[in-house]
Nanobody, 122 residues
Framework: QVQLVESGGGLVQPGGSLRLSCAASGRFFSINDMGWYRQAPGNGRELVASISSGGSTNYADSVKGRFTISRDNAKNTVYLQLDSLKAEDTAGYLC????????????????WGQGTQVTVSS
């Protein structure tokens, strides 16, 4: 019923930038938190950044000051601006959204994008 379409990954040199986007479509009442996890070989999955429906943001310490998350509620889309990229940022980035399917429903399932690869290499 709900689909998250994720895009924006690619290959970039250290110090470069990328912008990821993730758009939700389908039938639902509202979207609460949105954000990205990432996972690289040898590393566990970590929460990179999140943003609430009201715009409150949280970042992993490793990306603070370099990444910026934002959202356009009218378009049901979340964005992640990645600046000053480092080799250690190389990972698969997976968008998520906590979605209320129907009004008054307390259960908020989490939906996932298909993932996009970010590779930082000189």
């Amino acid at each position: 019923q709900v689909q998250l379409v994720e895009s924006g990954g690619g290959l970039v040199q250290p110090g470069g930038s990328l912008r990821l986007s993730c758009a939700a479509s389908g039938r639902f009442f509202s979207i609460n938190d949105m954000g990205w996890y990432r996972q690289a070989p040898g590393n566990g999955r970590e929460l990179v950044a999140s943003i609430s429906s009201g715009g409150s943001t949280n970042y992993a310490d490793s990306v603070k000051g370099r990444f910026t998350i934002s959202r356009d509620n009218a378009k049901n889309t979340v964005y992640l601006q990645l600046d000053s990229l480092k080799a250690e940022d190389t990972a698969g980035y997976l968008c998520y959204a906590s979605i209320v399917l129907e009004r008054y429903e307390s259960y908020e399932p989490i939906y996932w994008g298909q993932g996009t690869q970010v590779t930082v290499s000189s």
